[in-house]
Structures are given as structure tokens and as C-alpha cells.
Nanobody, 120 residues
Framework: VQLQASGGGLVQAGGSLRLSCVASGRTFSSPAVGWFRQAPGKEREFVAT????????IHADSVKGRFTISRDNAKNTVYLQMNRLKPEDTAVYYC??????????????WGLGTLVTVSS
């Protein structure tokens, strides 16, 4: 499975961005896609995950109510809609494919990250 994340950029606090993660290859073997993020000097943390076919989702408490993960199976794409962004959301965001879990160890395939910078 190959993953390509895009959609990052610079936005002011309170603004919105939508990240996209396009999957290619043997997508049937990757039942879930998750988003993780890593801020400078911090460990990678879970953001959200979605099952590829069932549509079940989990969002981290820190983003619940502001971020929404969704998927378009016809386009093999998973989205992360980020609203009401805060400076503490600044990080490199990664998408990953694997098990429907909140820990990074459950994901076998990772894409290159996309940088999100939120200015105050």
C-alpha cells in the first residue's frame, strides 16, 4: 500500500484546512486509515482513524468536535477536515494504513507527512 498525504499549509488560528490521503496498491489489505501528527520536539500522537469499509471512526479528545475524518472509497481517499485550528495543532500530519487502532504500532504502512502550521 502506498499513501500520499496532501493539503497542509499555513493558516491563521480559527481557520480550516482539509487534508487528503490517497491510497494505492493493495488497499483491500488495509482495513483502516489513521491520521497521526508530530510536533517539533514531541512524540507522534494519534489524531483520528476510520475503517476503510465500515465507516466507524475514532477521534482523539484533543480534536473531537473540531476535526472530522471521512473517506471516499471510490477515490481511495481519506480526508481530515480540520476546523477551528489552534496554534497547538501545528505539526507534521501523517496518514497510515493498518488496523483500526489508536496506537501507531497498529499501522504497517505510512505516507510522507504534510506540514500544518497554525499562526496565532
Amino acid at each position: 500500500v502506498q499513501l500520499q498525504a496532501s493539503g497542509g499549509g499555513l493558516v491563521q488560528a480559527g481557520g480550516s484546512l482539509r487534508l487528503s490521503c490517497v491510497a494505492s496498491g493493495r488497499t483491500f489489505s488495509s482495513p483502516a486509515v489513521g491520521w497521526f501528527r508530530q510536533a517539533p520536539g514531541k512524540e507522534r500522537e494519534f489524531v483520528a482513524t476510520i475503517t476503510w469499509s465500515g465507516g466507524s471512526t475514532i477521534h482523539a479528545d484533543s480534536v473531537k468536535g473540531r476535526f472530522t475524518i471521512s473517506r471516499d472509497n471510490a477515490k481511495n481517499t481519506v480526508y481530515l477536515q480540520m476546523n477551528r485550528l489552534k496554534p497547538e495543532d501545528t505539526a507534521v500530519y501523517y496518514c497510515a494504513a493498518g488496523a483500526f487502532r489508536v496506537t501507531s504500532s497498529g499501522y504497517a504502512y505510512w505516507g510522507l507527512g504534510t506540514l500544518v502550521t497554525v499562526s496565532s
